[in-house]
T-cell receptor, first 115, second 115 residues
Framework: AQSVTQLDSHVSVSEGTPVLLRCNYSSSYSPSLFWYVQHPNKGLQLLLK??????LVKGINGFEAEFKKSETSFHLTKPSAHMSDAAEYFCVVSDRSGGYNKLIFGAGTRLAVHP | SAVISQKPSRDICQRGTSLTIQCQVDSQVTMMFWYRQQPGQSLTLIAT?????????ESGFVIDKFPISRPNLTFSTLTVSNMSPEDSSIYLCSVTEGGIGEPQHFGDGTRLSIL
C-alpha cells in the first residue's frame, strides 16, 4: 500500500532563508508524487509533480523537489523564503492500485515565515 | 487546468439537518472526487464520482450519510445528511484531467460548521 510521511508538523524560518520540508513515501511501484500548498481559507494548489521523468522537479513560486528512490524521499525546497510562503504544505502520493487516481495525503507541514 | 467552483463557500447548520454542496467544473471531466478535511487535519477521500455510475465510497464513508450525484461531466453534488458537530469540516471537490498518476485540481472548499 502507498503511504506518505511528512517528518515535520511545523517548520519556522526567517524571511530570505532556505526552506526544507521533508517527505518520505512508501510505494509498491514507481510512484507519482506531488506537493500541494493550502493557504488559509483557500483550496489546494499544486506546487509540483513527479511522474517518473526528471528526478529534480521545478514547481511554481521558486519551489523544487528531488525524487530520491534510494532514500524513498521527495523533499521540498526553496532557496529563499518569502512571507507569502506561510501556509500548509501537503506531500501526496498517487495510489493507482484501484485503477483510478486515488491520492494519499501526508499529515501536512505548517510553514511559518518570520520577518 | 480546470477551474472548479464550489457552493456554498461556507455555512453554519443546525444538527440533524442536511446540506448539499455543489461542484461545477468549467470543462468536461470523467472523474470527480470528494474529500473531507477535519479541523487541523489532512485530507481524506470520501468517494469518487463518475458520470453515469454509482459513486465509489472509501472505507468509513457510506452513501446514506454522504449521497453523491453526478448528472453530467461538469457537475456533482455531495450531501452531508443528518449532521452532527463531528461533521464540521472543510469539504473539497477535485478533478483529474489526465490519466492515472496525474495530479488533481481542487476547488476552494466548503467550510461547514454544525451547531
Amino acid at each position: 500500500a502507498q503511504s506518505v510521511t511528512q517528518l515535520d508538523s511545523h517548520v519556522s524560518v526567517s524571511e530570505g532563508t532556505p526552506v526544507l520540508l521533508r517527505c518520505n513515501y512508501s510505494s509498491s511501484y514507481s510512484p507519482s508524487l506531488f506537493w500541494y500548498v493550502q493557504h488559509p481559507n483557500k483550496g489546494l494548489q499544486l506546487l509540483l509533480k513527479y511522474t517518473s521523468a526528471a528526478t529534480l522537479v521545478k514547481g511554481i513560486n521558486g519551489f523544487e523537489a528531488e525524487f530520491k528512490k534510494s532514500e524513498t524521499s521527495f523533499h521540498l525546497t526553496k532557496p529563499s523564503a518569502h512571507m507569502s510562503d506561510a501556509a500548509e504544505y501537503f506531500c501526496v502520493v498517487s495510489d493507482r492500485s484501484g485503477g483510478y487516481n486515488k491520492l494519499i495525503f501526508g499529515a501536512g507541514t505548517r510553514l511559518a515565515v518570520h520577518p | 487546468s480546470a477551474v472548479i467552483s464550489q457552493k456554498p463557500s461556507r455555512d453554519i447548520c443546525q444538527r440533524g439537518t442536511s446540506l448539499t454542496i455543489q461542484c461545477q467544473v468549467d470543462s468536461q471531466v470523467t472523474m470527480m472526487f470528494w474529500y473531507r478535511q477535519q479541523p487541523g487535519q489532512s485530507l481524506t477521500l470520501i468517494a469518487t464520482a463518475n458520470q453515469g455510475s454509482e459513486a465509489t465510497y472509501e472505507s468509513g464513508f457510506v452513501i446514506d450519510k454522504f449521497p453523491i450525484s453526478r448528472p453530467n461531466l461538469t457537475f456533482s453534488t455531495l450531501t452531508v445528511s443528518n449532521m452532527s458537530p463531528e461533521d464540521s469540516s472543510i469539504y473539497l471537490c477535485s478533478v483529474t484531467e489526465g490519466g492515472i498518476g496525474e495530479p488533481q485540481h481542487f476547488g476552494d472548499g466548503t467550510r461547514l460548521s454544525i451547531l
